[in-house]
RNA sequence: GCCCCCAUCGUCUAGCGGCCUAGGACACAGCCCUUUCAAGGCUGCGACAUGGGUUCGAAUCCCAUUGGGGGCGCCA
């Protein structure tokens, strides 16, 4: 009985070899102008998966809803997804000058559910020809009262099918003779099985969802349809969404099935929530990707850090780059209960990764920054300066942000930082070991062999070591107790400035 | 009200019946390193929601309860 079953498996392997498609995997947010850190995560999982399978990322906008979709609303959605580094292979074209609504990207466009509307209204249309689905009548009104009567006797608040079995010709009179009607698709009186990618199986009995509209009666269409529309004819093979999604698979499933096509996999990730455990909104603080970008974290972070919420390898790593993603990642992997998006451990990975970068690489992040903090300062100009500079900063950089804070307490020179400062440097010791220290300072070799002889030497005259020696010197410098290390600071102020501080 | 999902340290999570007196990371505290502050290293604090089963054995499987979340629109 063995050999048949290797037999059978070996079987499915090559016809599922021979029969595995291209992966089709797609981002559908609504320009809202910028990105939700929620819609990033999404977006990741599916880029991810696309990456990692040689798959095609589609993007599409779902605006439906026309009022929020404007050309500087998409734009800021698009900037966000890129600066995050989601490139994508089908859909609007982002850049400069560019119209994202005229120029698109892909052959199973277009990709703005505003202008895909004819689809939806053929769509529905063929189904009502063929019975699938039906006009329905009923008023705005009438379908209030339903609802209100429904919940005062405790019954579903579903349609109650008042217009499903009007005869053809009847529907076609009162249709001709100019009355509005939506088109409700009517659900078939049975189960529905989901065999999601993460959750497993969900089942939906049979009776637990009315008959509802896909065409309201201005023509537009309703979500669940334009969805499924759209994910069917653009081929999509694997929806990964949030969890708020997961009860619309069951209309979805029946509009597959409408329209006579297989359902693409599902996986369907939670919510991410704020620190009170609600779902992450504005009042909890900064939403928006593009806000975090503004305060100073990196891209990579950011992706590292969404992608550890809500998905894990199985192991203990913490730390991976985005091609360390692409390897590991598996949809089987996204996990299933909720998480709190938690800032302090994403300054953490910050850290991580602003550490792990090399210097030549965070110089032009962090060059913009520094010349904006300190416009007039020449040395930022010197390519040798500005490496030194930004290579003892590096260890004490949280965020790009901090980049000017930091080198600006040992950079530019200033007056003690407080009291403390202050009586550092006015003992008399410390006066002494200032001018004799400038004094070696002139005539040794100013690399770092050089000043340390020269502070070993200015030591010895001024009859002060460990604490005693360094603090000072610190202060009559920088003005400041904490910095960089000392040999560090010296060796971008250079000898010049270096003494001309001491002597002040 | 009906339907669906979820449940391990404060937070993110590992765990998929014996390796668990539950491991890692963030945060917090202490120590070490160090001329300072960071960074780094070490140590500590700290969790299987509750109640029933199943099993020789349960964080792991099943069922209830509780708690959280989502949906039930001519919103997306």
């Known amino acids: 009985m063995l050999f048949p079953m290797v037999m059978s498996k070996f079987l499915w392997g090559a016809i599922l070899f021979k029969m595995s498609e291209e992966i089709r995997v797609r981002f559908a947010p609504s320009p809202t102008g910028y990105l939700h850190v929620g819609g990033a995560r999404t977006a990741l999982f599916n880029w991810l998966w696309a990456r990692k399978t040689g798959g095609k990322f589609v993007l599409r906008i779902e605006d439906t809803d026309e009022a929020r979709s404007t050309v500087e609303s998409v734009n800021g959605m698009l900037h966000d997804l890129k600066w995050l580094g989601l490139d994508w292979d089908e859909g609007p074209e982002y850049g400069e000058g560019i119209d994202p609504y005229k120029q698109q990207k892909g052959d199973k466009g277009p990709y703005f559910q505003s202008q895909r509307l004819e689809i939806y209204q053929k769509i529905a249309h063929e189904l009502m020809d063929k019975g699938i689905a039906y006009p329905c009548f009923c008023t705005d009104e009438e379908l209030e ?100 999604h997961l009860t619309n698979t069951h209309r979805q499933l029946i509009l597959y099935e409408a329209l006579g096509m297989k359902p693409p996999r599902f996986s369907h990730a939670s919510l991410i929530l704020g620190p009170d455990k609600s779902k992450l909104s504005k009042r909890h603080g900064a939403t928006s990707v593009g806000q975090y970008a503004e305060e ?44 709190v998006f938690d800032k302090d451990k994403l300054m953490w990975m910050n850290g991580q990764h602003l550490r792990a970068m090399p210097v030549d690489e965070l110089i032009p992040l962090v060059a913009p920054l520094l010349k904006k ?132």
Not at 170 to 193: H, L, N, S, W
Not at 315 to 336: A, G, Q, T
């Open 145 to 244: 009262e339903k609802r209100k009567k429904a919940e005062e006797e405790h019954r579903s608040v579903h349609y109650d099918g008042t217009c499903r079995n009007l005869t053809k010709e009847e529907a076609q009179k009162r249709i001709d003779a100019g009355e509005p009607y939506t088109i409700r698709v009517r659900v078939p009186q049975k189960d529905y099985v989901l065999e999601d990618e993460v959750r497993g199986r969900v089942e939906w009995k049979a009776g637990t969802l009315g008959d509802f509209i896909i065409l309201r009666s201005s023509g537009m269409p309703v979500y669940n349809f334009c969805v499924v529309v759209d994910d069917a004819l653009m081929g999509i093979t694997h929806v990964v969404r949030a969890e708020e």
């Open 373 to 504: 903090a300190m416009p007039d300062d020449k040395r930022l100009d010197d390519p040798v300066i500005l490496h030194k500079l930004v290579e003892l900063i590096q260890v004490k950089m949280t965020l790009l942000t901090d980049a000017p804070e930091v080198a600006k307490t040992f950079f530019e020179a200033s007056e003690p930082e407080n009291d403390e400062a202050r009586a550092i440097i006015e003992t008399e010791k410390s006066k002494k070991l200032f001018e004799a220290l400038a004094v070696e300072f002139e005539k040794c070799d100013w690399v770092r062999e050089g000043y340390n002889a020269s502070i070993k030497a200015a030591s010895k005259i001024a009859e002060v070591k460990g604490k005693d020696l360094y603090m000072p010197i610190r202060v009559k410098i920088t003005g400041s107790c904490h910095g960089p290390e000392l040999v560090g600071i010296l060796d971008v102020l250079g000898r010049e400035e270096t003494i001309a501080r001491l002597r002040k």
């Open 296 to 339: 100073g974290f990196l891209p990579e972070a950011m992706i590292n850090f969404l992608a550890l919420l809500g998905w894990n390898e199985g192991n203990d790593r913490e730390i991976y780059s985005v091609k360390e993603l692409i390897d590991c990642f598996e949809l089987s992997h996204i996990s299933k209960s909720p998480g």
